[in-house]
């Protein structure tokens, strides 16, 4: 007896045998952007935000905020492990 549909034995196995290729140290880093500017406007956009979230009373929603514009900072700096 089944509970539910059957699942296509291709679909499983679509992701096998890709290679996912890293500028990074090979720790599973991500590579880091040629670019830095969309980084550099989202981090500026989530410190605003989070800064009126401080104003307005909520730091909840601040502390999201902040947490938000940690991870574009940390994608703008340089990865020490690579040097």
Not at 5 to 27: A, E, L, M
Not at 56 to 69: R, T
């Amino acid at each position: 007896m089944q509970n539910g549909p059957r699942s296509n034995s291709n679909s499983r196995q679509q992701g096998r045998g890709r290679r996912w290729d890293s500028n990074g140290g090979g720790n599973g880093s991500r590579p880091r952007p040629q670019n830095n500017q969309n980084a550099q406007r989202s981090y500026e956009r989530y410190m605003a935000l989070a800064q009126a979230e401080i104003v307005a009373g909520d730091i909840v929603s601040a502390e999201n905020y902040y947490q938000h514009a940690e991870h574009y900072l940390r994608s703008m700096s340089p990865d020490p492990e690579i040097t």
